[in-house]
C-alpha cells in the first residue's frame, strides 16, 4: 500500500477535517434537517493526523455551526490550532436538489481548500460527505452520538481503498437545546 502524502501541507490537511463527500439524495428529508440542527453550537476538541506525512501531529479545533435560513446545511466557522500556529477555517454544505449535497471549505480546490462533490445523511446521527481537491478523493463521516459530543473522520483513496488520515473528537460547550424533548 503506498504511503498518503497530503502534499499541500497542514493546512490542507486541517481543511478535510472540516469538510467534510457524499452520493446525493433527491430529497432533504428530515434526518438531515435533524442532523444539522444537532450541529448547531459551539464545538471544541484534539484531533490526530494518523497517516501521511504529518501522521502524529496533534491540534486542538474550536468551531460554530450553524444552519443557513430556509436551506437544509450547515455551516462551520473556526480554526485549528498547531502549537502557536492557527489556521483559520469556514466550510459550508448546503442541499441542491437533485445534485444532492454540495459546498466548499477554504474556498473550494479552486481556492486553498476542497469542494464537497456529494454527501449522504445516514440518520439522525451520522452523515458522511464525498471530498475533492484535485487527484485527492475522499470522505468526511461526521457521527454525533448524542448532543454534546461529535467524532470527525477523514479517509482518503489509496489504491482502491479509503485510509484513514484524520480523527477529532469535539464536545459542545455551550447550551443549545437539540433535543425534541421539553421540560413540563
Known amino acids: ?3 498518503v502524502i497530503l502534499s499541500s501541507g497542514l ?7 472540516a469538510t467534510v463527500g457524499i452520493a446525493g ?4 428529508a428530515e434526518p438531515d434537517k435533524q442532523f444539522f440542527r444537532s450541529v448547531e453550537g459551539k464545538w471544541v476538541g484534539p484531533g490526530e493526523i494518523v497517516a501521511g506525512k504529518y501522521k502524529g501531529t496533534k491540534f486542538t479545533c474550536s468551531f460554530i455551526g450553524s444552519t443557513p435560513d430556509g436551506k437544509v446545511g450547515m455551516s462551520l466557522d473556526g480554526g485549528c490550532r498547531v502549537g502557536m500556529f492557527t489556521q483559520q477555517m469556514s466550510a459550508t454544505i448546503e442541499h441542491k436538489g437533485r445534485q444532492g ?9 479552486a481556492g486553498s481548500g476542497l469542494d464537497i462533490i456529494g454527501g449522504n445523511v445516514v440518520d439522525a446521527h ?3 460527505f464525498t471530498i475533492n481537491r484535485n487527484q485527492l478523493r475522499g470522505v468526511m463521516q461526521a457521527l454525533v452520538p448524542d448532543d454534546n459530543s461529535m467524532t470527525v473522520t477523514v479517509a482518503v483513496r489509496v489504491d482502491q481503498q479509503l485510509v484513514p488520515v484524520i ?4 464536545k459542545r460547550i455551550d447550551a443549545v437545546e437539540v433535543g425534541s424533548i421539553t421540560p413540563n
Open 25 to 28: 439524495k433527491t430529497s432533504a
Open 167 to 170: 480523527g477529532m473528537k469535539l
Open 1 to 3: 500500500m503506498k504511503s
Open 101 to 109: 449535497y454540495k459546498g466548499s471549505f477554504m474556498g473550494g480546490a
Open 126 to 128: 451520522k452523515v458522511v
Open 11 to 17: 493546512p490542507v490537511a486541517l481543511a478535510l477535517v
